[in-house]
């Protein structure tokens, strides 16, 4: 096995326990809270961003 191709095991590796462990650890995603994609950009509020704060709170 050359260094090259261990390297590259070990990246795939560890991507894929990141993903697991960030899979298992993040809260279930409510998609009756979010905005629908189709909504981008049609002026309905959205909530949850930082971007849609207003200023000074």
Do not use: N
Not at 7 to 33: C, E, K, M, N, T
């Amino acid at each position: 096995m050359t260094q090259q191709t261990l390297l590259r095991g070990i990246f795939w590796a560890v991507l894929v326990l990141f993903l697991s462990w960030d899979y298992w650890q993040s809260p279930p995603v409510d998609l009756r809270f979010e905005a629908p994609l189709i909504a981008a950009g049609s002026g309905q509020a959205i909530q949850g961003g930082h971007c849609s704060m207003p200023s000074g709170k």
